[in-house]
């Protein structure tokens, strides 16, 4: 049996475990059914030294449940940012690392051959010049060294102003320690700032799912296509069925709920001549394919229909192009006026009126009506009535209520006047 | 350009700071970094390599180590750190923090380098529609000021338009500016000056705030936020009965993933899910649960029981 490593290769492997444990935080060794008991011990091993301080266990009849007791209320950084430290290296790796950026520190020009012998007469480390070069080659791939031609020699160097700039620049660490939590690939916010061996001690996020990180991989994948307007192949494993499938599309923009947690991808299907959208979390692997032709024309096209959608669907269930929701509510004026810029701030483009004293009415036409369901329920105990050109809206939303009456226990006052 | 790579592991980050010590550290302080630093099992992979030499890092001299590395040691940027700096200049907050003049500075230095994504790359569907205005000089001038009082544990004369229109006038500690991802708005948590009473977070837009000044008194020493937070947590925390129809599992989960929570299985489809709120949180958390109508039941605590109750009643008043 090999020794358990705390170190690992890939991210992608750990990636569904940590969501598992992070989002539902229920699940026993039991419920990995596709995984062997042993990696599911290890992955879980991993998890506990990684993210020790957030690891709660909670002993239930047949295990444990491990979930990741995770309040951002009460936090300065993602704690899922462990998870990206923890790539493996070989032993010539880390060491080669050290001595190659110190061997450059004072901004000198070195070829792979100089670099070689340095090592040797300066930290009495025997490597083989092929083993240096392509280190070397590697940093100057990343970006840490700069390689150029001197003569007939590649020369080797490292330009620390940069990093010399961030160091000596207060506001910017600070802008590092909000970005860290509230932006885009906040997990390289965060690398910086443990480079200049900062941390946040300002700022609190709300809103901010930090689960998201853990498709960084992924999101940066689909960047590169989007700059080079590439079209791509997506490897998709379906949430609900656990199934696999390849779906050929190009990349357009990247979609973000602040409510539900989710982010996607919008894309453009050449099959069926149709934008869709597909849950970052549910890509498992982006390969690029041949530049698409018409991509600036689809990118206008979508700026068109974006003002028709609500969420992330372009299709009712009815078969509608526009399906038109009016909702009226009842807010008692003055003191109730919140509930009208409440209409106004979370509308998404729909018309806000007054129709009587104490009654507006918020009206909109979007592709998919289905998807304001859950903002309507929001409005549960002022609303005076909903109408919808897809019937099922409508239905559905006046279902759920009886459900929900029964569900509570809430008596029609009008019954108990009768009885 | 790799996000995931050792460049920016924990291990590579304990063995540079190891490393820049100026004095030789025994193998004691080693285990001390390893153990501050590290993951919980980094000492059982990072020890035995620096024993036996086979990380070539250190000198030994006796029981000590020696760095063979320079104090003044610099990892440079990548280019993934450069490229997402230049995206950063193009967000509309980076105004907040950086000076026009440090902003040229920056961009001037990232010249050539493509920004890792453009703003008009995402797009967030249910953002709210009034955030703060970001370039207005009086919003930045009260930001850094709180910022730069939060930084001393300084008292701060604030001036504040409440929403209900009233004027606030009172010093205060900042402890933490808030960010709200779907509000698109920064809030003040802060502490006031009370003599006797029991400490509690005051919240502030900070778009109302009309003016900061600087006193010269400071709070010391400076209060834990997360005690004030947790201590505000009703002690019975909100209970929901989740029926695993339309993915209402997954949904809830996700949605509710920033609460301290904690989530049991009852049988093959049900769950019981408890999750910790206080008052500031309770109007949201409310709405949060309407919105999933049906799917989630709530079964304690009673207060809030009582007030989805009431807004369903209220409803069936007006006649659905």
């Given amino acids: 049996m090999s020794d358990f490593q705390e170190l690992i290769k890939s991210f992608s492997k750990i990636r569904e475990y940590v969501r598992d444990f992070f989002v539902y935080g229920f699940k026993t060794r039991s419920d990995f059914k596709d995984k062997s008991p042993r990696t599911y011990d290890n992955q879980r091993r991993r998890l506990e030294s990684w993210l020790g301080p957030y690891v709660r266990k909670d002993y239930v009849p047949g295990g444990f449940n491990l979930s990741l007791a995770i309040d951002s209320n009460l936090l300065d950084t993602n704690p899922l940012f462990q998870v990206w430290k923890t790539k493996s290296f070989t032993d010539n790796d880390i060491q080669l690392h050290f001595f190659i950026l110190d061997l450059l520190q004072e901004g000198n020009t070195q070829t792979a051959e100089e670099i070689t012998d340095r090592l040797l007469t300066d930290y009495e480390a025997l490597f083989d010049i092929q083993t240096v070069r392509r280190k070397c080659n590697a940093y100057a791939k990343e970006g840490l060294l700069k390689k150029q031609k001197s003569g007939k020699s590649v020369v080797f160097s490292l330009d620390n102003t940069l990093m010399q700039w961030l160091k000596s620049n207060k506001n910017l660490r600070t802008a590092l320690a909000f970005f860290q939590m509230a932006g885009n690939f906040g997990i390289i916010a965060n690398q910086l700032l443990e480079q200049m061996d900062a941390t946040n001690q300002i700022f609190r996020v709300k809103h901010s799912f930090f689960v998201h990180t853990l498709e960084d991989e992924i999101l940066f994948d689909l960047l590169q296509a989007m700059h080079k307007q590439m079209a791509i192949k997506l490897e998709i494993k379906s949430s609900k069925t656990d199934r696999e499938n390849m779906v050929h599309c190009i990349p357009l923009q990247i979609f973000t709920s602040t409510r539900s947690g989710r982010r996607f991808l919008c894309a453009f299907l050449g099959s069926s001549r149709r934008f869709t959208c597909f849950r970052l979390d549910t890509v498992k692997h982006v390969f690029l394919l041949e530049e698409a032709e018409d991509y600036e024309e689809l990118l206008a096209k979508l700026e068109r229909n974006r003002p028709h959608l609500w969420g992330v669907s372009f299709q009712s269930t009815e078969r509608h192009h526009l399906d038109r929701l009016t909702m009226t509510v009842w807010a008692l004026e003055p003191t109730e006026n919140y509930i009208v810029e409440r209409l106004k701030r979370e509308g998404r483009g729909g018309t806000v009126t007054r129709t009587a004293r104490n009654t507006y009415q918020y009206e909109t036409e979007v592709f998919d009506c289905n998807e304001m369901l859950p903002w309507i329920r929001t409005f549960i105990g002022r609303i005076l009535s909903l109408e919808c050109t897809a019937k099922s809206v409508e239905q559905r939303f006046y279902k759920d209520l009886q459900n929900m009456y029964q569900m509570y226990d809430i008596n029609d006052s009008t019954d108990e006047q009768n009885e | ?320």
């Avoid at chain 2, 967030?124 to 910022?147: I, K």
């Avoid at chain 2, 029991?198 to 000044?213: G, H, P, T, Y």
């Avoid at chain 2, 925390?237 to 695993?244: G, S």
């Fill in chain 2, 1 to 320: 350009m790799e996000i995931f790579s050792e460049i920016y592991s924990c291990y590579y980050r304990v063995l540079r700071h190891l490393l820049s010590s100026q004095n030789p550290l025994t193998i004691k302080d080693i285990y001390n970094r390893i153990c501050q630093e590290g993951f919980e099992e980094s000492l059982l992979s990072i020890i035995p390599k620096l024993e036996d030499g086979t990380w070539n890092l250190f000198k030994k001299e006796g029981e000590l180590y020696l760095s063979k590395i320079s104090p003044s040691f610099i990892t440079p940027l990548t280019d993934l750190e450069k490229s997402y700096l230049k995206a950063l200049l193009a967000d509309p907050r980076i105004g907040l923090f950086l000076e026009p003049a440090q902003a040229e500075t920056l961009n001037h230095m990232l010249t050539h380098v493509p920004p890792l994504w453009q703003q008009e790359q995402f797009w967030c569907y249910d953002r709210f529609a009034d955030g703060d205005p970001y370039d207005d000089e009086t919003y930045r001038r009260n930001f850094r000021l709180l910022l730069e009082a939060q930084k001393n544990c300084q008292y701060a004369d604030i001036d504040y338009n409440s929403p209900k229109g009233n004027r606030v006038h009172h010093y205060y500690v900042p402890l933490r500016l808030e960010y709200s991802v779907k509000n698109d708005k920064f809030r003040l948590l802060a502490l006031a000056h009370r003599s006797h009473k029991r400490q509690k977070l005051e919240i502030f837009n900070i778009d109302r705030i009309a003016n900061v000044k600087l006193t010269d008194k400071k709070l010391s020493p400076s209060p834990s936020i997360n005690d004030i937070i947790q201590n505000s947590y009703y002690k019975e925390p909100l209970k929901l009965r989740i029926v695993n129809k339309r993915n209402a599992l997954e949904r809830a989960m996700l949605h509710f993933a920033n609460y301290e929570k904690n989530t049991v299985k009852i049988d093959e489809n049900t769950y019981e899910c408890l999750i910790y709120y206080n008052q500031n949180m309770e109007t949201e958390l409310l709405i949060e649960v309407l919105s999933f109508g049906p799917m989630l039941t709530v079964i304690g605590n009673e207060r809030f029981l009582g007030s989805l109750k009431r807004r369903l009643e209220k409803q069936r008043e007006l006649g659905h």
